[in-house]
Nanobody, 123 residues
Framework: QVQLQESGPGLVKPSQTLSLTCTVSGGSITSSPYYWAWLRQPPGKAREWIGHIGYAGNTNYRPSLKSRTSISRDTSKNQLFLQLSSVSPEDTAVYYC???????????????WGQGIQVTVSS
């Protein structure tokens, strides 16, 4: 059974870059047909898709965040990475990594989730 674990700093200052790691066990991030997504849930709001990277390494991003977002991977360590630059307090959220069978922006189609990590943007 695949397991996903997010890690990274819980507090980031405004204008800095948020960097998170998702460590995957029980399954390879290069295995077809899986897509690996980063999502977040701001306080009081719905969960939203940030972007994903497919088993072949292709990426896709939420249009409103595309200019600030980078998703990458290290296949030798079976890890995924999220970088979100120029953060503001509006980026405060619980951040999740997840696996799905489709490259979709709809969170409901991701079946396997990490526990999530709270990231607060504050000076």
């Amino acid at each position: 059974q695949v397991q996903l674990q997010e890690s990274g700093p819980g507090l980031v200052k405004p204008s800095q870059t948020l960097s998170l790691t998702c460590t995957v066990s029980g399954g390879s991030i290069t295995s077809s047909p899986y897509y690996w997504a980063w999502l977040r849930q701001p306080p009081g709001k719905a969960r939203e898709w940030i972007g994903h990277i497919g088993y072949a390494g292709n990426t896709n991003y939420r249009p409103s965040l595309k200019s600030r977002t980078s998703i990458s991977r290290d296949t030798s360590k079976n890890q995924l990475f999220l970088q979100l630059s120029s953060v503001s307090p509006e980026d405060t959220a619980v951040y999740y990594c997840a696996r799905g069978n489709y490259g979709t922006s709809d969170p409901q189609f991701y079946n396997d989730w990490g526990q999530g990590i709270q990231v607060t943007v504050s000076s």
